[in-house]
């Protein structure tokens, strides 16, 4: 009886100190401040007159913008995410 009751007492201090382990590398990982860890300055994005945005999609770093032009033609406008700059242009065309 004496070395169930070693065993139970073993168990739960392992128990106690395993939550308490888990509990801290929780706490670890916590950001300490309540800033972004990535932050760029505000710019302007330029989209040609009266261009609608159709849709948009965000990547881990990129943001694409699929833009409706007047005269119905369609473009892809590529943002990085981490700056805030253009990256580029993709001209879409229909397949003749």
Same mark, same amino acid.
């Given at each position: 009886?004496?070395?169930?009751?070693?065993?139970?007492?073993?168990?739960?201090? *392992? =128990?106690?100190?395993?939550?308490?382990?888990?509990?801290? %590398? *929780? *706490?670890?990982?916590?950001?300490?401040?309540? +800033?972004?860890? /990535?932050?760029?300055?505000? +710019?302007?994005? &330029? *989209?040609? @007159? #009266?261009?609608? =945005? #159709?849709?948009?999609? %965000?990547?881990? &770093?990129?943001?694409?913008? &699929?833009?409706?032009?007047?005269? +119905?033609?369609?473009?892809?406008? =590529?943002? &990085?995410?981490?700056?805030? %700059? @253009?990256?580029? =242009?993709? #001209?879409? /065309?229909?397949?003749?």
């Amino acid at each position: 009886m004496r070395a169930l009751k070693a065993l139970v007492a073993v168990m739960g201090i *392992i =128990i106690v100190g395993g939550f308490a382990v888990l509990v801290a %590398a *929780i *706490i670890g990982r916590v950001p300490r401040s309540g +800033n972004p860890p /990535h932050s760029f300055s505000v +710019n302007a994005i &330029d *989209i040609p @007159r #009266e261009a609608r =945005i #159709e849709t948009m999609t %965000a990547g881990s &770093d990129r943001l694409v913008l &699929d833009l409706l032009l007047p005269d +119905n033609r369609r473009q892809l406008l =590529i943002i &990085d995410l981490s700056t805030g %700059a @253009r990256v580029g =242009i993709v #001209e879409l /065309h229909p397949a003749p």
